[in-house]
């Protein structure tokens, strides 16, 4: 083989590679810029749309008569957690910094009435994971159809934030996963009131 046809034959096999290469590294910007614009994400055979999550339970919420996340405030009848305009405020604090925390972080005060819920009414929730409790609570009536939906819907989306290292979504839809997990805390302290008033 003389030096002609070995080059050739590198430069052959190397064709693809270096522009596939240099295509990402002209590339890289636009799409970075466009990773926070995400909504629908897959990761090996699980996909996620995000938006389609959020908005079907949001209307879950709405024909649920959920409270809104102003009239919780307005009306302080948040007291799953005796400083839960404070810790709404830090969640969309942190939401600012990083979306994923901001869900993960706001999934985490639902997860805890859930637990308070089941063992105001006796089911054991310690140790449990938080499908078998909203399972359990859905199952012997103390929760609604409706809210154990918008909770399974809020529930995925956590899921995803955790397990998917490259879970983006913008600061905004996160806001509303935010307020509707409030939402959802609101509904299950008018359960323990009245679990605690019966």
């Not at 102003?70 to 969640?91: G, H, P």
């Not at 089911?123 to 859905?138: A, C, G, V, Y």
């Not at 998917?164 to 997990?181: C, H």
Request: hydrophobic share 40%; glycine share 2%; net charge negative.
């Amino acid at each position: 083989m003389d030096w002609l046809t070995f080059v050739s034959e590198i430069v052959k096999t190397l064709a693809w590679p270096v522009s596939v290469l240099m295509i990402i590294i002209l590339l890289k910007k636009p799409l970075t810029e466009l990773i926070p614009s995400i909504t629908k994400l897959k990761y090996k055979e699980f996909e996620l749309d995000f938006d389609m999550e959020l908005e079907e339970a949001e209307k879950i919420a709405e024909e649920a008569r959920l409270p809104k996340t102003t009239d919780m405030i307005n009306n302080q009848v948040m007291r799953v957690n005796s400083n839960a305009v404070e810790r709404l405020s830090y969640i969309k604090d942190v939401n600012l910094r990083s979306s994923r925390d901001g869900i993960i972080d706001s999934w985490l005060l639902v997860e805890e009435a859930l637990r308070k819920l089941a063992e105001k009414n006796e089911f054991r929730s310690i140790n449990m994971p938080p499908m078998k409790i909203l399972r359990d609570l859905s199952d012997n009536k103390v929760i609604t159809h409706e809210l154990f939906e918008i909770c399974d819907r809020l529930y995925r989306i956590r899921n995803e934030a955790v397990h998917n290292r490259t879970f983006k979504v913008s600061p905004n839809k996160s806001n509303e996963y935010i307020n509707l997990t409030f939402r959802v805390l609101a509904s299950l302290n008018h359960l323990l009131d009245e679990r605690e008033a019966g």
